[in-house]
């Protein structure tokens, strides 16, 4: 299993950005994803994620109303739409894959990591 994400950059305060992560060797149904970020000095923070057959999505509270996470099966792709977006947004976005399937909240229960792309929220 193997994850790619691009679709990071820089973006103004209130602006947006769709960040999607390319999934290969095997399907979509096989596994829960999930958004985490990590700023400098902090530690990764959990931001959404869907269950195996994308049937319940959760959120980060500081993330509700604002990002969609969403998955195209043919295209083996999990996306996170991100809009009015703050300062505080600012990290690198990594996507993750999980087999187990629960606690998606928590970094424990991912098998799988992206490389990660930075998202710079600055006016």
């Known amino acids: 299993v193997f994850l790619v994400e691009y679709g990071g950059g820089p973006v103004q305060p209130g602006g947006s950005l769709i960040l999607s992560c390319v999934h290969s060797?095997?399907?979509?149904?096989?596994?829960?994803f999930g958004w985490f970020r990590q700023a400098p000095g902090k530690e990764r923070e959990f931001v959404a994620a869907?269950?195996?057959?994308?049937?319940?999505?959760y959120y980060a509270d500081s993330v509700k109303g604002r990002f969609t996470i969403s998955r195209d099966n043919a295209k083996n792709t999990v996306s996170l739409q991100m809009s009015n977006l703050k300062a505080e947004d600012t990290a690198t976005y990594c996507c993750?894959?999980?087999?187990?399937?629960?606690?998606?909240?928590?970094?424990?229960?991912?098998?799988?990591w992206g490389q990660g792309t930075q998202v710079t929220v600055s006016s």
């Open positions: 060797g095997g399907t979509l149904n096989s596994f829960a």
């Open positions: 869907f269950s195996r057959y994308g049937d319940s999505t």
């Open positions: 993750a894959a999980s087999q187990i399937g629960w606690g998606l909240r928590s970094v424990s229960s991912y098998d799988t």
